[in-house]
């Protein structure tokens, strides 16, 4: 294959709403005749709303990675595009009528497709057959992370010409670079061949983030995305050093961490105050690793004045009496832990959490969430049912410890089955983990994946983790619903239902606090 440098590239960023989300509606937000009336999910939502104003009203927000790859191509000279299906995709099933219509309205050399999910991957298979009925000249290409670590699967597809393996800033710089000569020297790209599919052996390198230019947020059009509610994802660094063997972060982005330029974060974090944004996601693997990075972080928000609540994701042992207090300087909404396991025995097995047999991550957590609640900040937890070595008893023992944790001032804790990524060190080498995958490659029928359980181990089956997960999550529940903050978390949703149902007073009221 030989490379021609394209003029124009179309961006895109397939999306489906996965199966049984469609289900979650607004106007029928409170079920009163169940004994939770309300989704799990939901009402932690409207905890931190109740708490902190910040209400988290959509799970997406403009396309970061589109936005930094739109930079690299407008540096060498190359125009860019993007049309954000997502933002009806969320709402309802698009045709692929109305998807070829909204195609049709760009003028563009190549399309390029972002696919991060095993829902992305389904619509991404649609795109590239409704791409290349519009123009078979025009390659499709594939970035993202179940591109990068299910390669020849995606290159099987029809309509798709190339997959970029890895973090694609590089690549794409080279792929650019290269255009009259060979695509083999583009690292990370798989291409075709005579026919044949030629899959690169290993992804991309990670690129060097102090060279990068801000992200370009326009050209992914972001005055579209912060319309109705808007909602900001942030990212001040990339990489993750504890590579946790289910996490496909470290993965896709190596256990190198890098920290983006403080001034490129600033202006988009400008950007996004701008445009109204009130609330808004970091994206960090874990935000508080390196206290001059958030000490650099927070004088940067105090020098702008910035008001938008944040929330970020950290770890415990990183998130002492004096980061707790330098985190308040940007009065963020929430902090979030990753728990794993409640059981010493299971944490003991667990890289990045086995110091003192498990033991002394358990008293981080307990640290960790009275930091927060002494410095104004809401914590929350995530937990993984299905670990290596989970039993009954391992599962009852998390349970008691998310309760402690409730007892000592923790807000919310997220509890799912273990979902085995590709990438991961259980994934890689399952065997030696104990574990047995169901199916190791991307199931297009597989449904919910949140839900689904896609491994065995010896100690549990698949119905006893799934039961586990679904009591743990009732205890969760009983003890919000007993909790003096119950009766106003119901009274802010039920506002939120009211809105839902009506719009037109949903848009006056809008206009009015906009104007105020």
Known sequence: MTLSKPSSVLLLEPFHVPAGFERIDATHLIHKHDEFPVDFMAYAA?????????????????????????????????????????????????????IERRIRGHDYDEAWLSVGSQDEAKEAIRYAKILKAIDPSKPVVLGGIFPTFYPAWFMEQPGIDAVFRGPAEDAVRAYVAQHGRAAKDVPGLCYKRDGHSIIASS??????????????????CLDRYMKDNPFANVITSRGCPFACPFCSHAAYWGTKVQYRKIENVRAELRAFEDHGCKAGYMVDSAFTLNEAHVRRFVDAWRAEGFTMKLAFETRADHFGKDMAALCKGFS??????????????????????QAGGGKKHLDDLRTGVRHAKAAGIMSGTSWVIGLPGETAET???TERFILELMDLGMDIADVRNLQIFPGTDYFEHAAEWGIEIGDGGIRLDKGRWQEAINHRIPTMTAGEIAAATRRIQASIAARWKASPEFPRVMRALGAVQFLARCKKVATALRRESAQA
Request: no cysteine; net charge positive.
């Open 46 to 98: 409207g905890l931190i709303y109740a708490k902190t104003k910040f209400m988290a009203s959509r799970f997406h927000s403009a396309p970061l990675g589109l936005a930094q790859v739109s930079a690299i191509l407008k540096e060498r000279g190359i125009q860019t595009s993007h049309e954000p299906f997502l933002l009806d995709a969320i709402k309802r099933q698009l045709a692929d009528q109305e």
């Open 203 to 220: 992804p991309a390198p990670q690129p060097d983030q102090s060279t990068l230019p801000p992200m370009d947020l326009a050209g992914v």
């Open 332 to 353: 963020p909404a929430l902090a979030w832990f990753g728990g794993e396991s409640g059981s010493p025995a299971v944490l003991a097995k667990l890289p990045g959490k």
């Open 395 to 397: 599962t009852a023992q």
